[in-house]
Antibody
Framework: QLVETGGGLIQPGGSLRLSCAAS????????MSWVRQAPGRGLEWVSV???????YYADSVKGRFTISRDSSKNTLYLQMTSLRVEDTAVYYC???????????WGQGTLVTVSS | DIQMTQSPSTLSASVGDRLTITCRAT??????LAWYQQKPGRAPKLLIY???SLQSGVPSRFSGSGSGTEFTLTISSLQPDDFATYYC?????????FGGGTKVEIK
């Protein structure tokens, strides 16, 4: 099970950290990704972490978002800075990545960037 | 980045119909292709992985095929629970990408 928290309303230029608590498997032993979905739009992969803290980012968030994990808490994070209106979306925490299917999804947390 | 193109974007169908959705990649992804079903307000659900492998618990009316750059999702006999939006996804590269989605509507 994956449970995301941390979403909310934030002004443009602001920062927010999303958390994703996992149960039933070990976050640090799996590829873990963030996927987002803007209102009425399709799915967009955002970032992945795997192995010894290797990370990849979509071009749209590179340099602004940071994915990380805490093994002691079995939790995945997404630190978002310099937020833009176009970052408004439901953010999903997902188990999966390159060559690893996205088999477990969280319920999603809504991030709204607006003044 | 690898781009994924789904067709059609919308499909009107009736219960019992056989449906086929197509997904094309801009370069070969071998068989690293997954299909997801999403209903309004819900997280996506994995249906098919590795192009043709059925995820545990998914009804056998769903099937996938293809390799390289062309893939299909087939629903052999559409059921009321199947009206939803379907996405393909390539997971061959570190930069993963989804198709734009196919909305299956009631005719």
């Amino acid at each position: 099970q994956l449970v995301e928290t941390g979403g909310g309303l934030i002004q443009p230029g602001g920062s927010l950290r999303l958390s994703c608590a996992a149960s039933g498997f070990i976050v640090s032993s799996n590829y873990m990704s963030w996927v987002r979905q803007a209102p009425g739009r399709g799915l967009e992969w955002v970032s992945v972490i795997y192995g010894g803290d290797n990370t990849y980012y979509a071009d749209s968030v590179k340099g602004r978002f940071t994915i990380s994990r805490d093994s002691s808490k079995n939790t995945l994070y997404l630190q978002m800075t310099s937020l833009r209106v176009e970052d408004t979306a439901v953010y999903y925490c997902v188990r999966g990545g390159r060559l690893a299917r996205f088999d477990y999804w969280g319920q999603g947390t809504l991030v709204t960037v607006s003044s | 980045d690898i781009q994924m193109t789904q067709s059609p974007s919308t499909l009107s169908a009736s219960v019992g119909d056989r449906l086929t959705i197509t997904c094309r990649a801009t370069q070969s992804i071998s068989d690293w292709l997954a299909w997801y079903q999403q209903k309004p307000g819900r997280a996506p659900k994995l249906l098919i992985y590795k192009a043709s492998s059925l995820q545990s618990g998914v009804p056998s009316r769903f099937s996938g095929s293809g390799s390289g750059t062309e893939f299909t999702l087939t629903i052999s006999s559409l059921q009321p629970d199947d009206f939803a939006t379907y996405y393909c996804q390539q997971y061959n590269s570190y930069s993963l990408t989804f198709g734009g989605g196919t909305k299956v509507e009631i005719k």
